[in-house]
């Protein structure tokens, strides 16, 4: 008889391994066993001891609770990987692992919030992405902002927006620089999930980031995931969702009217007013031909000139859109006291500093060190989920439902 840990789920620490980039070997030798023994527990062919389980959970920074739990992954659609063609298959194996934790994250507070209803318009494009022409892509842009009623102006906030629309955006340190960002459109919730990644970058380039993962939702929804597989598939996609994020963020009628001039000045103070960076200018400038290629060329080298290529003006000055739909939910249930910190480290199984990475909390904020929010009496954990459907108005956000009548 094993003298192994009852109820260990050996698939949880292959897990484990890597969210935290551990090789089988590396892991061995901190925990001090044979790799053969990580092979064993992870295969299900064998259980550690309750000293190994305690070395293992040390070693990786999870809970002895997280391998326990039934390796349950939800229904998946297409992972779309930005830079997947340069970020190493470990890189993108913690990634992925760390966007099935937001999605874990996601459907917990679900339970307690009612989140806003996913309103992502399907525009009848063709399955097969070899199909669609730029035009196509220019025009899908302008209908999803018609959809959306949002007319031409520039986007205030992008990653409230895509909240407003019920996708739940996560930003996070993905721990390569060669990742930008992933996105989902998962099939069981029809919901968007959308991670920016922040290991490099600005204010305006994760705002494209976040147009840009909003391009494979409208453009790719129906892709399988084995179209990817082929680097020139992968290219076609990434380059459409590209060109869509600028067409979205830049639509082509507002924008030509403000490009008076063709000089930096000018798309300087564009900046302020579009919130996408010089760079994005120029290139959206020259796709649409609103400059010529001489005209960019001199654009290209007093960019070099001024030093804008490493770090553009305002880069460095402008906060980031934080996503705000998942903090305002944990915030909520913890505030009037539907949830406890540790009814949430418990039910999720992870680190208290991972779900407040991920969920976009200050960290310490499930260690107990928040204000409650006492908005009103709570009519009981049975009664209907608040909500928060109105992104739109800062400081009114979160709305909870009428107490019943006695």
Known sequence: MSRGVPGFVGTRLRDARAVRGLTAVSLAEIVGVSPQAISLYERGKAKPTAEVLAALSQAVNLPELFFMRPSTEPTRGTVFYRSLSSATKAARARAEQRFLWLRQIAAYASKFVRLPESNFPNLGLPDNPLLLSSVEIEEAAEQVRRYWKMGDGPIGNMVALLE????????DRLG?????????????????????????????????????????????????????RRSEHFKTVEEQAHRFAAAFLLPMAQFGEDLFAANLDTLRSMKQKWGVSIAMMIVRARHARLISEEAERRLWVNLSRRGWRREEPFDASTPPEEPRLLRQSFELLLGERLQTPEDVAVDLALPAAEIETLAGLSLGYLSGNFTAVNVREWPGRGGKPAEIDDLKTPGRVIHLPPRPRR
């Open 176 to 228: 390569a620089a060669t990742l930008d960002g992933l996105s989902e459109f998962a099939p069981d919730d029809r919901r968007a999930y959308i991670m920016i990644g922040i290991d490099k970058g600005s204010y305006a380039r994760w705002r494209f980031d976040a147009a840009h993962e909003l391009g494979h939702i409208v453009l790719h929804q129906t892709l399988d995931q084995t179209f990817l």
């Open 164 to 171: 407003n629309q019920g996708a739940i955006v996560a930003r």
